[in-house]
């Protein structure tokens, strides 16, 4: 579905310098300051209908895996659940597709990461990464944070993903998304994330 990925696209464009945000923010009529998050406001609706549809579909079919509507197709619904605020409902039902070969494993693998991840728990494929608000010390501006969140094991991380179906080493797979690689200790990062909402207020209440 073309859809789960529209805005997504230009989001990941602007991110990684394939697009210019002022471009990008004159053609929606917003400023430089808003339209990443007019662009995620666009992309958040969208994801609300395409649920309730795979949520229809599930309920009838079970998950619509290769064997019901062919590749690349099975992978169609497991997009949008990645993308939905309730993954972890349909975290168990892409499990067992991936296991009856509905879905290749590394999908499921990286749903299990994106839930731990809400949960504020270690990912385990290294598949989920973040940015948040920070404030630089020196210079005492609001900076953006890019990171690979916590790994349970980084050492054998590599070694998963391998066994997982991932052709990227972590490194490289971050790289990938624009973000260099370094190991974080989940506990700075959730103390990090408890910063950014109290920068988030000072920043609402500064307009």
Same mark, same amino acid.
């Given at each position: 579905?073309?859809? !789960?990925?529209?805005?997504?696209?230009?989001?990941?464009?602007?991110?990684?310098?394939?697009?210019?945000?002022?471009?990008?923010?004159?053609?929606?009529?917003?400023?430089?300051?808003?339209?990443?998050?007019?662009?995620?406001?666009?992309?958040?609706?969208?994801?609300?209908?395409?649920?309730?549809?795979?949520?229809?579909?599930?309920?009838?079919?079970?998950?619509?895996?290769?064997?019901?509507? #062919?590749?690349?197709?099975? &992978?169609?619904?497991?997009?949008?659940?990645?993308?939905?605020?309730?993954?972890?409902?349909?975290? !168990?039902? &892409?499990?067992?597709?991936?296991?009856?070969?509905?879905?290749?494993?590394?999908?499921?693998? @990286?749903?299990?990461?994106?839930?731990?991840?809400?949960?504020?728990?270690?990912?385990?494929?290294?598949?989920?990464? @973040?940015?948040?608000?920070? @404030?630089?010390?020196?210079? #005492?501006?609001?900076?953006?944070?890019?990171?690979?969140?916590?790994?349970?094991?980084?050492?054998?991380?590599?070694? &998963?993903?391998?066994?997982? #179906?991932?052709?990227?080493?972590?490194?490289?797979?971050?790289?990938?998304? #624009?973000?260099? =690689?370094?190991?974080?200790?989940? !506990?700075?990062? &959730?103390?990090?994330?408890?910063?950014?909402?109290?920068?988030?207020?000072?920043?609402?209440?500064? =307009?």
């Amino acid at each position: 579905d073309k859809s !789960d990925q529209y805005y997504r696209k230009i989001i990941f464009e602007i991110n990684t310098n394939q697009k210019n945000i002022k471009d990008v923010a004159k053609e929606y009529n917003t400023t430089e300051t808003n339209i990443l998050a007019l662009l995620g406001k666009k992309q958040s609706r969208i994801d609300s209908i395409n649920i309730v549809k795979i949520d229809s579909i599930i309920t009838l079919h079970n998950y619509p895996g290769e064997s019901l509507v #062919g590749f690349p197709e099975n &992978l169609t619904a497991w997009g949008i659940i990645q993308h939905s605020n309730k993954i972890d409902k349909y975290l !168990d039902i &892409l499990k067992t597709a991936s296991e009856n070969n509905e879905i290749p494993f590394r999908y499921y693998a @990286m749903s299990l990461d994106r839930v731990l991840v809400h949960e504020n728990k270690h990912q385990v494929y290294g598949t989920q990464g @973040m940015s948040i608000k920070i @404030m630089n010390e020196e210079t #005492g501006k609001i900076e953006d944070f890019n990171f690979i969140w916590p790994i349970e094991n980084p050492e054998k991380v590599n070694q &998963l993903r391998k066994k997982a #179906g991932f052709t990227t080493s972590i490194k490289k797979n971050a790289k990938l998304i #624009g973000i260099k =690689y370094k190991e974080h200790p989940l !506990d700075e990062i &959730l103390n990090l994330i408890e910063k950014q909402k109290k920068l988030l207020v000072i920043e609402k209440l500064s =307009y």
